[in-house]
C-alpha cells in the first residue's frame, strides 16, 4: 500500500470513528445484551442502540468469508462469532458443514438465530453470550473454520475488533484450519495487522479482495473493496 492510500485509509477510518462514536456507546455490556434489534423499514440495514450492527450491501462479502470458513469443513465444524442479520451463516449453511457453531451476544438476535437453527438440514449449536465469555471453554484444534464478524461495542474496539479474538482463534482450529473474519481493510493487511496475526502464531497469511458497493449513507464502509483474510494454521 502507498503513502497516499495509506493516508486516505486513515482519513477514512477517523471519520467512521467519529461518526459512530457520535452515536454512543453504552458504559455496560449488558445493555447491548438486551437492546432490541431493528431492522429499517427497506430491509437493509440491522441496528442495535442505534447502531448498524449489519446492512445488506455486505452480502457478497459474507459470501466470500463463508466460502472461506468452510473450505476445510467437509466432514467438520464451522464456528461462527456474530449472528446478525444472518447473512454469513446462510452461506455457511449452503456449503453443508457437518456441524455449525454460532456465538450470538444479543438476546433477541440469538433467539432468531435459534429460530434459524431449527430450519436447517445441518446441524446449528446456538451459543448465547460474547465470545469473552465463551470461546475461552470451548475445546481447542476442533474447528475446520471459524468466522468473526462482531459489532463494535466500545469506542476502543471500532475497528479491529477482531485482534483480541486472534489467539483463542489459533487456539480453537485444528491443523489447516481457516480463519477469517471482516477485516476493516481495504486493499491489503496493514503492518500493525501482520504484526498481530503473528503473535497470535498464524504464519500463513493469506486475502483475497472482494468488491462491494457500500450506499453513499452507510456509516461504517466508505471503500468499493474489503480484504477477505484467509489465514491458516
Same mark, same amino acid.
Given at each position: 500500500?502507498? $503513502?497516499?492510500?495509506?493516508?486516505?485509509?486513515?482519513?477514512?477510518?477517523?471519520?467512521?470513528?467519529? $461518526?459512530? !462514536?457520535?452515536?454512543?456507546?453504552?458504559?455496560?455490556?449488558?445493555?447491548?445484551?438486551?437492546?432490541?434489534?431493528?431492522?429499517?423499514?427497506?430491509?437493509?440495514? *440491522?441496528?442495535? *442502540?442505534? &447502531?448498524?450492527?449489519?446492512?445488506?450491501? !455486505?452480502?457478497?462479502?459474507?459470501?466470500?468469508?463463508?466460502?472461506?470458513? $468452510?473450505?476445510?469443513?467437509?466432514?467438520?465444524?464451522?464456528?461462527?462469532?456474530?449472528?446478525?442479520?444472518? #447473512?454469513?451463516?446462510?452461506?455457511?449453511?449452503?456449503?453443508?458443514?457437518?456441524? &455449525?457453531?454460532?456465538?450470538?451476544?444479543?438476546?433477541?438476535?440469538?433467539?432468531?438465530?435459534?429460530?434459524?437453527?431449527?430450519? /436447517?438440514?445441518?446441524?446449528?449449536? #446456538?451459543?448465547?453470550? $460474547?465470545? /469473552?465469555? #465463551?470461546a475461552p471453554l470451548l475445546a481447542g484444534a476442533c474447528y /475446520?473454520?471459524?468466522?468473526f464478524d462482531t459489532y463494535p461495542t466500545s469506542e476502543a474496539d471500532i475497528f479491529r475488533t477482531f485482534t483480541p479474538f486472534l489467539a483463542q482463534a489459533h487456539r480453537l482450529l485444528a491443523p489447516g484450519g481457516v480463519l477469517t473474519y471482516f477485516s476493516d481493510e481495504a486493499t491489503w493487511f496493514s503492518a500493525e495487522h501482520l504484526a498481530a496475526l503473528r503473535a497470535a502464531g498464524f504464519s500463513k497469511i493469506n486475502g483475497e479482495l472482494v468488491p462491494v458497493t457500500p450506499p453513499p449513507d452507510c456509516l461504517y464502509w466508505r471503500q468499493p473493496t474489503i480484504l477477505a483474510p484467509v489465514i491458516e494454521k
Open positions: 500500500m502507498d $503513502t497516499k492510500t495509506n493516508n486516505t485509509d486513515q482519513l477514512i477510518e477517523a471519520d467512521i470513528v467519529r $461518526t459512530l !462514536e457520535s452515536i454512543g456507546f453504552p458504559a455496560s455490556p449488558q445493555v447491548w445484551r438486551e437492546a432490541a434489534p431493528a431492522i429499517d423499514p427497506d430491509g437493509q440495514t *440491522l441496528r442495535l *442502540l442505534g &447502531h448498524p450492527v449489519m446492512e445488506r450491501w !455486505e452480502e457478497p462479502y459474507m459470501q466470500k468469508l463463508a466460502a472461506l470458513a $468452510t473450505a476445510k469443513a467437509v466432514g467438520g465444524t464451522v464456528l461462527e462469532l456474530g449472528f446478525g442479520m444472518g #447473512i454469513s451463516a446462510r452461506f455457511i449453511q449452503q456449503h453443508a458443514p457437518a456441524h &455449525h457453531v454460532i456465538i450470538e451476544m444479543n438476546k433477541a438476535i440469538a433467539e432468531t438465530a435459534r429460530a434459524f437453527a431449527r430450519q /436447517q438440514a445441518n446441524p446449528v449449536t #446456538i451459543l448465547e453470550g $460474547t465470545w /469473552q465469555e #465463551i /475446520q473454520g471459524i468466522l
